[in-house]
């Protein structure tokens, strides 16, 4: 992602406010895109159409779209990191000609898993057919919109990106709200489905438009266009998919943990919720959005060049003080650029705690839920802290550094959530917080320890002898 950085930049080169605002509001679409845009949907839907849709509609609508993007966003978590590292090593090699015929490979092996989810769904799940199909298909369109957004990452194509998350959201709402008022919960559900379609097709298009589509014709020495290669990096780098699988697993941990809690509720006979949780915690992951925004424009792209730096000058065999004067000038960019990310972050929940109790007036939800999503707000602040250092590891390569702080989080957040159940109201979402906060707190340490041995452990991490693989 740091090559779309990069572009971004250029919009802040321009000195101008508008150039400014631009690469700002984009980085937070591209960053942040799915969760923006389905938070935002499924707040003014359901005050929309409470005019139109009874409250168990409007249960099961809202529930659709969490599982949906729940269990979408877990399971294509076991793909993603170690496709993202397939694709980067074929760039590297610039080998481009790979990246159509994996995507195909990709979605083709993804959508056999999801297929083979669905059918308890289509089987078990009391609603008529035509719901079930435009529930499944909201599922393969949001779980090949996080598969695209490896592709588009390497195709650094920041626009589209953009275009495709605002179009696809208002095709969906403009779909939504009158096909709900003629039809119901049905027409609600095909019409938010529809714009989730065009977002997946847009991206998709995207990808086959920037790379070589010569590469997906078949022939004796490609085969049929369709690559696998990229599934050998899950044998290749296991720890990879825990920490994708661990961390993701870890950000739904607590919310399962209440919809089956005993004051979980029943929707359609199907989905368990626990709405006062579920509405709180998902409001407040919209105040992460800055965070996120400034790794991207900022962080990412500033740290990268000391980065680069410093391991150019080992590749060319520059002296040990050359060295240790490039991972100096690395230090304190990353110093100065955590730092401002934390001031960012600490200003907008300050901001938010401020005026959550206006917000809440504002948007008629209940001051019960108030301290939840304070907590959220808190918990959420410190868990992008918290996984904007695991990708500060990664850069670094501590993967197994990495696989103990996801792990840390979802244990945490687990047995944090399982106590405040039994401790009660007032303390529902301090789990969350609490699992966010020793795996950001890992994190850092761990993170520290590396860049104060840097030099040594990167010399002591080399082959002693170059092997053929190599």
């Not at 993202?84 to 080998?95: E, F, G, I, P």
């Not at 739904?252 to 006062?276: C, E, S």
Request: include cysteine.
């Amino acid at each position: 992602m740091a090559g779309i950085g990069f572009r971004l930049q250029k919009l802040i080169g321009e000195d101008s406010y508008l150039g400014a605002v631009k690469a700002y509001v984009y980085s937070a679409v591209i960053s942040s895109g799915p969760w923006i845009s389905s938070i935002a949907a499924l707040a003014v839907l359901g005050v929309l159409s409470a005019r139109f849709l009874p409250q168990e509609d409007r249960d099961i609508f809202f529930a659709t779209l969490v599982y949906a993007f729940a269990l979408s966003l877990v399971t294509t978590s076991v793909v993603q990191m170690a496709v993202t590292r397939y694709l980067a090593d074929q760039l590297y090699l610039d080998n481009k000609k790979v990246l159509l015929p994996t995507l195909v490979g990709v979605m083709l092996a993804v959508y056999a898993g999801e297929m083979a989810l669905l059918l308890p769904f289509y089987a078990l799940a009391p609603f008529p057919l035509f719901f079930k199909l435009s529930a499944g298909a909201l599922y393969l369109a949001i779980s090949g919109i996080w598969v695209s957004m490896i592709f588009l990452s390497a195709a650094r194509d920041y626009l589209s990106i953009v275009v495709a998350f605002v179009v696809g959201y208002l095709v969906s709402f403009g779909a939504a709200l009158p096909l709900g008022v003629e039809y119901g919960l049905l027409g609600q559900m095909a019409g938010f489905t529809a714009g989730q379609m065009f977002t997946f097709c847009v991206l998709v298009s995207r990808v086959f438009a920037e790379f070589d589509s010569d590469a997906l014709t078949p022939s004796p020495r490609r085969g049929w266009g369709v690559s696998f290669a990229g599934f050998s990096y899950l044998r290749r780098y296991p720890s990879l998919v825990a920490i994708a699988v661990l961390f993701n697993v870890g950000i739904w941990a607590d919310k399962a943990l209440f919809w089956f809690a005993p004051d979980g509720l029943l929707v359609g006979r199907i989905y368990r919720l626990f709405p006062p949780y579920d509405s709180a915690m998902l409001l407040s992951y919209l105040t992460v959005v800055p965070a996120m925004t400034v790794f991207l424009v900022d962080l990412e792209t500033s740290f990268y060049h000391p980065y680069r730096a410093f391991y150019d000058a080992i590749a060319e065999k520059k002296t040990l003080s050359e060295i240790q004067a490039a991972k100096a000038r690395m230090v304190d960019v990353l110093k100065a650029n955590l730092g401002r990310l934390v001031k960012v972050q600490a200003y907008v929940a300050a901001m938010t705690l401020l005026f959550s109790q206006p917000l809440f007036a504002l948007l008629t939800l209940p001051e019960s839920q108030l301290h939840i999503f304070r907590l959220g707000v808190l918990a959420n602040g410190v868990q992008a802290f918290a996984l904007v250092l695991m990708l500060l590891l990664l850069y670094l390569d501590m993967r197994g550094s990495v696989v103990i702080v996801a792990a840390v989080f979802l244990v945490g957040n687990t047995l944090g959530t399982l106590a405040t159940l039994q401790l009660g109201w007032a303390f529902y979402g301090a789990g969350y917080l609490a699992g966010a906060l020793v795996a950001a707190l890992i994190a850092l340490a761990a993170l520290d320890n590396r860049l104060t041995h840097l030099e040594r452990l990167t010399f002591m991490r080399q082959p002693m002898a170059a092997t053929e693989e190599r």
